[in-house]
């Protein structure tokens, strides 16, 4: 099953803010990152966290509760362009020592004028 | 000149028939993937390899095949193709930062009908 939860659309006006929020269940894993893909496109990354805590880009910042499994990614300033879908990602240690990369199912993002 | 490429762009074939898409990389790292995009779904991972000699089946491996030419070059085969196979593939590739985080660069993907 998907280890990651996070919502599967989100819809805003031009100007807003949106949260999307992203769960996850593991006793180890290195941070949390945030992909973006416009439609037809392929995922490009966003960001990172590797601590707890706000790291901000811009109109974006993305944050991590480790103790929470919580994360999320802000966008700020909503533009038409960031219409697009949005995956979380961890790269999980405790069943793979390798750890590869868990992507979430993706929240698709709605701008609208 | 992109850091990730993908061969071909879009590729229409009929059942049965056997594919390959491919997958070069310039940014010489170690890691890469194949993975499959359905129409408003993530990513499933099919195949992956940390390096020329290691070899992974992912969640949905039942289907494919790949092979690792070299640390450039991963390369992924429908045996025999089905329509359900009708999907966006994308090859990534990957480098482990400092902080143990993964940075994965996606190419353009290839759109690939069954009929």
């Known amino acids: 099953g998907q280890s990651l939860e996070q919502p599967s659309e989100v819809t805003a006006v031009e100007g807003a803010i949106v949260q999307i929020n992203c769960t996850y269940q593991?006793?180890?894993?290195?941070?949390l990152s945030w992909y973006q893909q416009h439609d037809g496109g392929a995922p490009t990354f966003l960001s990172y966290?590797?601590?707890?805590g706000l790291e901000e880009t811009g109109r974006f910042s993305s944050f991590l509760s480790r103790s929470d499994s919580y994360g999320y990614l802000l966008l700020q300033e909503l533009q038409m362009k960031d219409s697009a879908s949005y995956f979380c990602?961890?790269?999980?240690?405790?069943?793979?020592?390798?750890?590869?990369?868990?992507f979430g199912a993706g929240t698709q993002v709605v701008v609208t004028p | 000149d992109a850091d990730v490429t993908q061969t071909p762009r879009n590729r229409i074939t009929k059942t049965g028939k056997r594919i390959m898409l491919e997958c070069s990389q310039t940014?010489?790292?170690?890691?890469m993937y194949w993975y499959r995009q359905d129409p408003g779904l993530g990513l499933r991972l099919i195949y992956y390899?940390?390096?020329?000699?290691?070899?992974n089946k992912g969640e949905i491996s039942d289907g494919y095949s790949v092979s690792r030419q070299a640390q450039a070059k991963f390369s992924l085969s429908l045996e025999s193709a089905i329509p359900n196979q009708t999907a966006l593939y994308f090859c990534?590739?990957?480098?482990?930062?400092?902080?143990?985080?993964?940075?994965?660069?996606f190419g353009p993907g290839t759109r690939l009908l069954v009929l």
């Open positions: 966290n590797a601590l707890d």
């Open positions: 940014k010489g790292h170690d890691r």
């Open positions: 593991t006793s180890g894993f290195y941070g």
């Open positions: 390899s940390f390096d020329v000699k290691d070899i």
């Open positions: 990534a590739t990957s480098d482990i930062g400092l902080a143990g985080g993964e940075t994965q660069y």
């Open positions: 990602a961890v790269r999980d240690v405790t069943t793979d020592s390798w750890g590869k990369l868990q």
